[in-house]
């Protein structure tokens, strides 16, 4: 069987998550999310360009949880797929893309925190969610630099 890939984004949080509802009653989180891109110089050094902003869209789980766990400032990886848009507003039109993310999550690489690994409950029916067992360790998980 094939690998499924998704398309992924990865920067920082450039402004407070925003959490509302859609009209149905599912969550919806949007943020601006920065990219930095460098450039590779011919001596193997890099050069800074300039940081493009990008708006971000989470809905329904992916958005609740980001909005208690991702703030302004975090770096971020995001899984998803990019939209196209347009619309029209008092007769001037506006095109413009997005990225609407499946899943959110902070970057490995990038950040400091704890793992929880106790168990919590799906919030669907109340059965308990499991991870696989493993040994749990002796003091809390530290991950990132």
Same mark, same amino acid.
């Given at each position: 069987?094939?690998?499924?890939? =998704?398309?992924?984004? &990865?920067?920082?949080?450039?402004?407070?998550?925003? +959490?509302?509802?859609?009209?149905?009653?599912?969550?919806?989180?949007?943020?601006?999310?920065?990219? $930095? =891109?460098?450039?590779?110089?011919?001596?193997?050094?890099?050069?800074?360009? $300039? !940081?493009?902003?990008?708006?971000?869209?989470?809905?329904?789980?992916?958005?609740?949880?980001?909005?208690?766990?991702?703030?302004?400032?975090?770096?971020?990886?995001?899984?998803?797929?990019?939209? $196209?848009? &347009?619309?029209?507003?008092?007769?001037?039109?506006?095109?413009?893309?997005?990225?609407?993310?499946?899943?959110?999550?902070?970057? +490995?690489?990038?950040?400091?925190?704890?793992?929880?690994?106790?168990?919590? @409950? @799906?919030?669907?029916?109340?059965?308990?969610? &499991?991870?696989?067992?493993?040994?749990?360790? @002796?003091?809390? !998980?530290?991950?990132?630099?």
């Amino acid at each position: 069987m094939a690998i499924r890939t =998704h398309q992924s984004i &990865s920067g920082f949080v450039a402004s407070e998550p925003q +959490l509302s509802y859609t009209e149905r009653g599912d969550a919806r989180l949007y943020m601006k999310v920065g990219i $930095e =891109h460098y450039r590779k110089e011919p001596d193997n050094t890099f050069t800074q360009l $300039e !940081t493009t902003f990008h708006d971000v869209i989470a809905y329904r789980g992916a958005a609740e949880q980001g909005a208690e766990r991702i703030a302004k400032g975090d770096s971020i990886i995001a899984d998803g797929r990019v939209r $196209e848009y &347009s619309y029209e507003r008092n007769g001037q039109r506006y095109e413009g893309e997005e990225f609407i993310a499946t899943r959110i999550g902070h970057d +490995l690489a990038r950040t400091r925190y704890e793992v929880d690994r106790t168990e919590r @409950s @799906s919030g669907r029916d109340g059965a308990a969610f &499991s991870a696989p067992q493993r040994p749990a360790p @002796s003091n809390a !998980t530290t991950i990132g630099m």
